[in-house]
DNA sequence: TTGTAGGCGTTATCAT
DNA sequence: ATGATAACGCCTACAA
């Protein structure tokens, strides 16, 4: 007859076979002390109940849940869902769940976050913190103290000890702007992020460092700032070309802003790129469908994700904290060079 | 003394308090019967304690564990990124939280992903399935006969009554086309997805009548059917444009396909959109950076999301099955007219 | 208004 | 090799 289905418990199994549900359970668990007939007797009654365990049940008893939060600042930029997909990839095949939630860059809503996560008892954080500039190393230090792991990835506290993934924005930077320096190009402009958040401000002095190890100067006139991808208007890129000696290349610290760059150039009728070479930042997706295809700078996003995911999971399965030494992970970004640079 | 923090359960509150868990349970629950001076004394002593409540022992109790399973072929399509986020957001406002899962596509992962989520004892699942074509419905239909309340979403299973939220793939389709008719053009042709997915196969429908209702002939020879984003080849569009009496405008199941006739066209030295208009379909970001910007077809991917899980939770308060009868909602696709068609 | 007791489903410890 | 028992932390009749 047909007991409620999904509701079957260990106790069913026993009962039905005139067992011990502690016995059901070691043999469930593959426990190498019960018989190999009764663990056939287990597995097939298992089956013939459609039993299916309570993870909610053993995480209580077990004291770990198998899984883990994710704090992102937005599920649906592309640079957060590829790294979430890489973290997923991997939390899944040693049978991890991931807990996803957004902070949308405020760090206040990212401390609830944290704990929102904490009374699920996940077994470990892996974030990205808001950038907000607001960050509280204090409550990070805390919580590191407290035995949470956590593992930071991308944008991370600064002046704190933890384990964390990031990649060499400060390389990345000076890679990208060495390449349009051996292409010939001479006046580089660098369009830049905010300078209080270190990925935007390692990309300046990866910029900078190019430009001082070719012999070439560092003009400040050349060098704007950019508060935030949605507010690049043409004019900035108007201004700059109206210069009397105007950039030949442009280094953009965002896909975003160079796109936007790319365009007021061709309106003005510039050909890409042999009056002006466009750089970018983070690979977006759409910088190898736009024409020109937009050059840029690879972020090792899907890897970001696998690293991170692996390195709180093997600090959760040796329940070893990480060296306190040496716990950061530097990806190496790439170049990648398309129509807009050559 | 320090307690080690983290760990302090309603019972330790209890003792200090000299009062029972139960007490101090229904304190912290605001249950109206507990006077407002254990209220209080209870709330301060759990603050002083850094009292965190097991939300999974709650959960194995209450029978209940606020968690909403979402599985999608990927996290990092744009399109799904935004409807989680759209999920994501409506959840966390009801105190629900999201395990998200991926199937790649494959439906056999997918059922697999569903047995995990279950486990986990989700209160529900929702649901993007696979596009591999071979969706089981009876799998569904089991599931949904079984009680877990399932929320499907974007691409459903066919010929089964469950709760959906959909967008009106014809009408947009439609919508589009009678754009470009509306403009003037007179030969569109149409790139169609597999015709096995409904949601192509209502964008090939919803194409048709609008040219019938014009009065303009549906010609085979101006239609193409792609297998996927990422095999586009600007083959596919030459082989278009070099017929005796090639097309004035392409109306696109999809912005990648899109994109690649745009780039081909433009480097043939076609005027866009004189003399050749583009329609893509699903607005993806990149629409609007590139050059010329891409009209498109907007599918309400947030508001999907949201209008998902709204739903899903209704069902999971009210403890009451959907009506069986009107399920589906469906949500109005919204043309947006860029530069690559006037 | 508060206390008592039992159980959610599982696992771990001890005994047999 | 298996059974009995307790406990994970919380909630909720029921009793007082």
Redesign the pocket.
């Known amino acids: 007859m047909a007991r409620k289905p999904g ?1 079957t ?3 069913d199994i ?1 009962f039905e076979l ?12 593959n426990n ?4 190999q ?3 056939n007797l287990v597995l097939a009654k298992a089956k013939e109940l459609h ?4 993870h909610i ?2 995480a ?4 770990r849940s198998d899984i883990l939060g994710v704090i992102v600042p937005a599920i649906d930029r592309a640079f957060f869902a590829s790294v979430i997909r890489g973290i997923e990839e991997k939390a899944g095949e040693q049978g991890y769940h991931i807990m996803v939630c957004q902070s949308y860059d405020s760090s206040l809503r990212e401390r609830t976050m944290v704990e929102t996560l904490r009374r699920v008892q996940v077994d470990g954080i892996l974030i990205s913190v808001a950038k907000d500039g607001k960050t509280d190393t204090a409550f990070y230090r805390k919580l590191i103290d407290g035995g949470l792991p956590v593992q930071f990835f991308d944008n991370i506290p600064e002046g704190i000890e933890a384990p964390a993934v990031v990649i060499d924005d400060e390389k990345g930077a000076f890679d990208a702007t060495t390449h349009l320096i051996n292409s010939g190009y001479r006046r580089i402009a660098h369009l830049c992020g905010p300078q209080h958040l270190h990925i935007y401000r390692d990309r300046y002095l990866g910029y900078t460092r190019a430009l001082k190890e070719a012999g070439l100067p560092v003009e400040d006139e050349l060098i704007v700032e950019i508060d935030s991808h949605f507010d690049t208007s043409p004019e900035i890129f108007n201004s700059l070309w109206k210069r009397p000696n105007p950039p030949d290349a442009i280094f953009s610290a965002s896909d975003y802003s160079a796109a936007v760059g790319l365009k007021a150039a061709l309106k003005l009728g510039l050909r890409i790129p042999e009056d002006l070479a466009f750089m970018g930042f983070s690979n977006e997706p759409f910088t190898e469908i736009i024409t020109p295809q937009l050059s840029s700078v690879d972020q090792q996003t899907l890897e970001m994700g696998r690293r991170s995911a692996e390195r709180l999971m093997a600090v959760l399965n040796n329940n070893s904290t990480p060296a306190k030494t040496e716990p950061k992970l530097v990806l190496l970004p790439k170049v990648i060079v398309r129509e807009s640079s050559s």
Do not use: C, E, M, W
């Not at 209580?60 to 004291?63: D, E, I, N, S, T």
């Open positions: 509701k418990t260990i106790h026993a005139r067992l011990n549900a502690s016995t059901v359970s070691r043999a469930l668990a190498p002390v019960v018989s007939k009764t663990r039993y299916r365990p309570n049940a053993a209580l008893r077990r004291g």
